[in-house]
T-cell receptor, first 112, second 110 residues
Framework: DQQVKQNSPSLSVQEGRISILNCDYT??????FLWYKKYPAEGPTFLIS?????DKNEDGRFTVFLNKSAKHLSLHIVPSQPGDSAVYFC???????????FGSGTKLNVKP | SQTIHQWPATLVQPVGSPLSLECTVE??????LYWYRQAAGRGLQLLFY??????ISSEVPQNLSASRPQDRQFILSSKKLLLSDSSFYLC?????????FGPGTRLTVL
Protein backbone atom coordinates (compact mmCIF):
# COMPACT_ATOMS: atom_id res chain seq x y z
CA ASP A 1 0.00 0.00 0.00
CA GLN A 2 1.90 3.00 -1.34
CA GLN A 3 0.70 5.94 0.74
CA VAL A 4 3.26 8.32 -0.74
CA LYS A 5 3.78 8.35 -4.48
CA GLN A 6 6.25 9.97 -6.80
CA ASN A 7 4.91 9.25 -10.23
CA SER A 8 7.82 10.62 -12.22
CA PRO A 9 10.82 8.30 -11.97
CA SER A 10 13.06 10.83 -13.70
CA LEU A 11 13.29 14.49 -14.66
CA SER A 12 15.80 16.30 -16.86
CA VAL A 13 16.29 20.07 -16.58
CA GLN A 14 18.68 22.59 -18.06
CA GLU A 15 21.07 24.35 -15.69
CA GLY A 16 19.63 27.66 -14.47
CA ARG A 17 16.02 26.61 -15.02
CA ILE A 18 13.48 25.55 -12.43
CA SER A 19 13.18 21.92 -11.33
CA ILE A 20 9.76 20.86 -10.04
CA LEU A 21 9.48 17.52 -8.30
CA ASN A 22 6.05 16.25 -7.39
CA CYS A 23 4.69 14.00 -4.70
CA ASP A 24 1.16 12.77 -3.90
CA TYR A 25 -0.14 11.13 -0.77
CA THR A 26 -3.31 9.32 0.18
CA UNK A 27 -3.40 9.46 3.97
CA UNK A 28 -5.12 12.64 5.18
CA UNK A 29 -3.65 12.06 8.65
CA UNK A 30 -0.16 12.95 7.45
CA UNK A 31 0.83 16.27 8.97
CA UNK A 32 4.53 16.54 8.32
CA PHE A 33 6.34 16.24 5.01
CA LEU A 34 10.01 16.03 4.16
CA TRP A 35 12.22 16.04 1.09
CA TYR A 36 15.53 14.18 0.89
CA LYS A 37 18.31 14.17 -1.65
CA LYS A 38 20.30 11.02 -2.30
CA TYR A 39 23.50 10.42 -4.21
CA PRO A 40 24.45 6.86 -5.26
CA ALA A 41 25.96 4.73 -2.50
CA GLU A 42 25.21 7.36 0.15
CA GLY A 43 22.46 7.84 2.71
CA PRO A 44 19.70 10.35 1.95
CA THR A 45 20.32 13.85 3.26
CA PHE A 46 17.54 16.00 4.62
CA LEU A 47 16.68 18.99 2.44
CA ILE A 48 13.56 20.73 3.61
CA SER A 49 10.33 20.00 5.44
CA UNK A 50 6.88 21.45 5.88
CA UNK A 51 4.19 21.12 8.47
CA UNK A 52 0.59 20.73 7.41
CA UNK A 53 -0.29 24.05 9.01
CA UNK A 54 1.71 25.78 6.28
CA ASP A 55 1.40 25.77 2.53
CA LYS A 56 4.91 26.96 1.69
CA ASN A 57 8.37 26.73 3.15
CA GLU A 58 11.44 28.25 1.57
CA ASP A 59 15.14 27.65 2.19
CA GLY A 60 17.51 29.27 -0.27
CA ARG A 61 17.01 27.76 -3.71
CA PHE A 62 14.57 25.17 -2.36
CA THR A 63 10.86 25.76 -1.81
CA VAL A 64 8.30 23.17 -0.83
CA PHE A 65 4.61 23.76 -1.55
CA LEU A 66 1.82 21.83 0.12
CA ASN A 67 -1.72 21.56 -1.22
CA LYS A 68 -3.66 19.67 1.45
CA SER A 69 -6.92 19.57 -0.44
CA ALA A 70 -5.22 17.89 -3.37
CA LYS A 71 -2.93 15.82 -1.10
CA HIS A 72 -0.03 17.03 -3.17
CA LEU A 73 3.34 18.56 -2.45
CA SER A 74 6.09 19.76 -4.69
CA LEU A 75 9.72 20.76 -4.40
CA HIS A 76 10.96 23.66 -6.50
CA ILE A 77 14.66 24.20 -7.10
CA VAL A 78 15.56 27.55 -8.59
CA PRO A 79 17.99 27.95 -10.24
CA SER A 80 18.91 24.33 -10.85
CA GLN A 81 22.59 23.45 -10.75
CA PRO A 82 24.44 20.36 -12.02
CA GLY A 83 25.28 19.47 -8.41
CA ASP A 84 21.54 19.08 -7.78
CA SER A 85 21.57 15.94 -9.93
CA ALA A 86 20.50 13.17 -7.55
CA VAL A 87 17.49 11.11 -6.54
CA TYR A 88 14.91 13.05 -4.54
CA PHE A 89 12.58 11.32 -2.10
CA CYS A 90 9.53 12.81 -0.47
CA UNK A 91 8.35 11.42 2.85
CA UNK A 92 5.38 11.92 5.15
CA UNK A 93 4.63 11.21 8.78
CA UNK A 94 1.95 11.65 11.41
CA UNK A 95 2.84 13.76 14.45
CA UNK A 96 4.08 11.61 17.33
CA UNK A 97 3.92 8.60 15.12
CA UNK A 98 6.99 6.50 14.62
CA UNK A 99 6.93 5.78 10.92
CA UNK A 100 7.94 7.73 7.87
CA UNK A 101 6.46 6.81 4.53
CA PHE A 102 8.67 7.36 1.51
CA GLY A 103 7.92 7.77 -2.15
CA SER A 104 9.84 5.76 -4.71
CA GLY A 105 12.04 8.71 -5.67
CA THR A 106 12.59 10.92 -8.71
CA LYS A 107 15.97 11.01 -10.39
CA LEU A 108 16.82 14.59 -11.32
CA ASN A 109 19.41 15.29 -14.01
CA VAL A 110 20.50 18.90 -14.38
CA LYS A 111 22.29 19.39 -17.68
CA PRO A 112 25.09 21.97 -17.91
CA SER B 1 25.50 17.77 17.11
CA GLN B 2 24.10 14.38 16.30
CA THR B 3 25.89 11.85 14.14
CA ILE B 4 24.99 8.39 12.96
CA HIS B 5 27.50 5.68 12.15
CA GLN B 6 27.00 2.56 10.12
CA TRP B 7 29.45 -0.22 9.40
CA PRO B 8 30.73 -1.82 7.40
CA ALA B 9 30.36 0.42 4.35
CA THR B 10 30.50 -2.53 1.97
CA LEU B 11 30.15 -6.24 2.54
CA VAL B 12 30.30 -9.29 0.30
CA GLN B 13 28.92 -12.46 1.82
CA PRO B 14 28.20 -15.97 0.50
CA VAL B 15 24.68 -17.32 0.41
CA GLY B 16 23.78 -19.00 3.69
CA SER B 17 26.23 -17.04 5.78
CA PRO B 18 25.15 -14.90 8.77
CA LEU B 19 24.89 -11.13 8.76
CA SER B 20 25.40 -8.43 11.34
CA LEU B 21 25.19 -4.75 10.46
CA GLU B 22 25.65 -2.21 13.20
CA CYS B 23 24.38 1.32 13.61
CA THR B 24 25.10 3.77 16.42
CA VAL B 25 23.87 7.29 17.05
CA GLU B 26 25.71 9.97 18.99
CA UNK B 27 24.55 13.26 20.41
CA UNK B 28 20.98 12.37 21.26
CA UNK B 29 19.13 10.18 23.71
CA UNK B 30 16.17 7.86 23.25
CA UNK B 31 15.90 8.31 19.50
CA UNK B 32 13.62 6.26 17.31
CA LEU B 33 15.81 4.00 15.17
CA TYR B 34 15.11 2.48 11.76
CA TRP B 35 16.49 0.03 9.23
CA TYR B 36 15.62 0.59 5.57
CA ARG B 37 16.59 -1.18 2.41
CA GLN B 38 16.92 0.27 -1.07
CA ALA B 39 17.15 -2.15 -3.94
CA ALA B 40 18.67 -0.89 -7.19
CA GLY B 41 16.34 1.64 -8.83
CA ARG B 42 13.77 1.29 -6.08
CA GLY B 43 12.50 3.39 -3.22
CA LEU B 44 13.18 3.03 0.48
CA GLN B 45 11.61 0.01 2.12
CA LEU B 46 11.19 0.18 5.90
CA LEU B 47 12.36 -3.09 7.48
CA PHE B 48 12.33 -2.42 11.24
CA TYR B 49 11.88 0.43 13.65
CA UNK B 50 12.44 0.77 17.35
CA UNK B 51 11.12 3.28 19.86
CA UNK B 52 13.24 2.04 22.76
CA UNK B 53 15.66 -0.59 24.04
CA UNK B 54 14.40 -4.06 23.25
CA UNK B 55 11.37 -2.73 21.36
CA ILE B 56 11.37 -3.78 17.71
CA SER B 57 8.60 -3.50 15.15
CA SER B 58 8.92 -5.48 11.95
CA GLU B 59 7.42 -4.14 8.78
CA VAL B 60 8.20 -6.84 6.26
CA PRO B 61 8.39 -10.58 7.00
CA GLN B 62 11.71 -11.95 5.84
CA ASN B 63 14.78 -13.74 7.05
CA LEU B 64 16.17 -10.59 8.69
CA SER B 65 15.90 -9.56 12.33
CA ALA B 66 16.81 -6.49 14.34
CA SER B 67 17.88 -5.84 17.90
CA ARG B 68 18.43 -2.79 20.05
CA PRO B 69 20.70 -3.79 22.92
CA GLN B 70 21.46 -0.20 23.92
CA ASP B 71 19.65 3.12 23.59
CA ARG B 72 21.71 4.31 20.64
CA GLN B 73 22.64 1.01 19.01
CA PHE B 74 20.62 -0.81 16.38
CA ILE B 75 21.70 -4.09 14.80
CA LEU B 76 20.40 -5.80 11.67
CA SER B 77 21.02 -9.54 11.52
CA SER B 78 20.37 -12.65 9.54
CA LYS B 79 21.16 -16.28 10.30
CA LYS B 80 21.32 -17.29 6.64
CA LEU B 81 21.60 -14.78 3.82
CA LEU B 82 19.72 -15.20 0.55
CA LEU B 83 20.74 -13.88 -2.85
CA SER B 84 17.72 -11.57 -2.68
CA ASP B 85 19.18 -9.88 0.41
CA SER B 86 21.67 -8.06 -1.81
CA SER B 87 20.79 -4.40 -1.38
CA PHE B 88 21.77 -1.06 0.09
CA TYR B 89 20.90 -0.95 3.80
CA LEU B 90 20.30 2.31 5.60
CA CYS B 91 20.03 3.06 9.28
CA UNK B 92 18.19 6.18 10.41
CA UNK B 93 17.19 7.95 13.60
CA UNK B 94 14.39 10.36 14.26
CA UNK B 95 13.23 12.78 16.86
CA UNK B 96 10.57 15.48 16.73
CA UNK B 97 9.27 14.52 13.32
CA UNK B 98 12.59 14.64 11.48
CA UNK B 99 14.60 11.68 10.32
CA UNK B 100 18.31 11.47 9.54
CA PHE B 101 20.14 8.72 7.73
CA GLY B 102 23.46 6.99 8.07
CA PRO B 103 25.87 6.52 5.15
CA GLY B 104 24.54 3.07 4.26
CA THR B 105 25.97 -0.42 3.78
CA ARG B 106 26.19 -2.01 0.36
CA LEU B 107 25.60 -5.76 0.85
CA THR B 108 26.30 -8.18 -1.98
CA VAL B 109 25.34 -11.81 -1.49
CA LEU B 110 27.06 -14.21 -3.89
Amino acid sequence: DQQVKQNSPSLSVQEGRISILNCDYTNSMFDYFLWYKKYPAEGPTFLISISSIKDKNEDGRFTVFLNKSAKHLSLHIVPSQPGDSAVYFCAASVDNFNKFYFGSGTKLNVKP
Amino acid sequence: SQTIHQWPATLVQPVGSPLSLECTVEGTSNPNLYWYRQAAGRGLQLLFYSVGIGQISSEVPQNLSASRPQDRQFILSSKKLLLSDSSFYLCAWSKNNEQFFGPGTRLTVL
